[in-house]
């Protein structure tokens, strides 16, 4: 079963090739192909994306405040039955301009 951070629910259907690293961008690519057609669960930490980020140390992003933010912030809007949007939750990403358009 896939581990996804709920924030990445975001960065998922925006992903267009940028990223950390060619292996973070081969992996989350993969990760996009793959939960067409397999099972996941939402997490609040490290999860398959994170598995390949050079921000990754020792199971602990180094962003872990900011990212357990939009992680919260995405499981709310859910909860509540909102869209979740970059623009309300993650705008000081340094991926946002991508996200954004």
Same mark, same amino acid.
């Not at 994306?49 to 912030?73: F, H, Q, S, W």
């Not at 990403?93 to 954004?100: D, R, V």
């Given at each position: 079963?896939?581990?996804?951070?709920?924030?990445?629910?975001?960065?998922?259907?925006?992903?267009?090739?940028?990223?950390?690293?060619?292996?973070?961008?081969?992996?989350?690519?993969?990760? %996009?192909? %793959?939960?067409?057609?397999?099972?996941?669960?939402? =997490?609040?930490?490290? +999860?398959? =994306?994170?598995?390949?980020?050079?921000?990754?140390?020792?199971?602990?992003?180094? +962003?872990?405040?900011? =990212?357990? %933010?939009? +992680?919260?912030? =995405?499981?709310?809007?859910?909860?509540?039955?909102?869209?979740?949007?970059?623009?309300?939750?993650?705008?000081?990403?340094?991926?946002?301009?991508?996200?954004?358009?």
């Amino acid at each position: 079963m896939i581990k996804l951070r709920y924030h990445h629910m975001m960065c998922l259907p925006r992903f267009i090739g940028k990223g950390y690293s060619k292996d973070f961008c081969n992996n989350l690519a993969e990760i %996009r192909e %793959r939960i067409k057609t397999e099972p996941y669960t939402l =997490v609040e930490t490290a +999860d398959d =994306v994170c598995a390949k980020c050079p921000n990754l140390i020792d199971g602990m992003c180094i +962003d872990n405040e900011k =990212v357990t %933010r939009y +992680d919260r912030a =995405v499981k709310k809007a859910l909860q509540l039955g909102e869209q979740i949007s970059p623009r309300n939750i993650c705008s000081d990403c340094k991926w946002f301009a991508i996200c954004s358009k």
